[in-house]
């Protein structure tokens, strides 16, 4: 079974600093995606950002990249320039074929001023 | 409104009450998903509909009964719930289940306390 570990229990930055969120997965597929997703404390999921196995690049999204390392199979998200709404929880997700999104535990962060 | 809509956002019941949590969702997708977020534990994926189709059941237990009458709107009945099942019910979609890479876009969740 697919296996998505975040161990970082809680994450601080002072604003308008980076920050990175760790992620790891053990697959043996060798296809499949990653994702980041934030939930601030009103508990929507947000969608900030995806990554393919097969893509070349790392991804990213304006103050969001991601740092794919297929070989250590890890996906870490970068956040730059910290701003106080970035303060939330952080799932790290990831799909194979079968197309079903399998999240880890999540990481909190608190941005502070 | 747009995006996914789930209603109630807060809902406490007793074990032997029966409810029903709904999600709308105004994207034009076809998948439909049903997600349980209890405290300290990753999502838990529980079913999906796929074009109307249930296509997953994750070995959620029968107190739990979902329904799909439409692409648009997902319903949970709930029925003699435990307090174990306190959590955060999240109701996502996508464009098409099929699909590995598969953006989901999630509603705000309803806060489910069952005493």
Not at chain 1, 44 to 70: C, H, P, V, W
Not at chain 2, 76 to 97: F, K, M, N, V
Request: proline share 4%.
């Amino acid at each position: 079974a697919q296996k998505i570990t975040q161990t970082q229990p809680g994450m601080f930055v002072q604003e308008k600093e980076a920050v990175t969120l760790d992620c790891t997965y053990d697959t043996s597929d060798q296809s499949y995606g990653l994702f980041w997703y934030k939930q601030p404390s009103s508990g929507e999921m947000i969608f900030l950002i995806y990554q393919g196995s097969y893509d070349e690049q790392n991804a990213t999204e304006g103050r969001y990249s991601l740092n794919f390392q297929k070989a250590r199979k890890s996906a870490n998200l970068v956040i730059s320039a910290s701003q106080l709404g970035d303060s939330a929880m952080y799932f790290c997700a990831w799909v194979g074929t079968n197309s079903k999104l399998t999240f880890g535990k999540g990481i909190t962060l608190s941005v502070r001023p | 409104e747009t995006g996914v809509t789930q209603t109630p956002r807060h809902l406490v019941m007793g074990m032997t009450n029966k409810k029903s949590l709904k999600c709308e969702q105004h994207l034009g997708h076809n998948a439909m998903y049903w997600y349980k977020q209890s405290a300290k534990k990753p999502l838990e994926l529980m079913f999906v509909y796929n074009f109307k189709e249930q296509t997953e059941n994750n070995s959620v237990p029968s107190r739990f009964s979902p329904e799909c009458p439409n692409s648009s709107h997902l319903f949970l009945h709930l029925h003699t719930l435990q307090p174990e099942d306190s959590a955060l019910y999240l109701c996502a979609s996508s464009q098409d289940g099929r699909l590995a890479y598969n953006e989901q876009f999630f509603g705000p969740g309803t806060r489910l306390t069952v005493l």
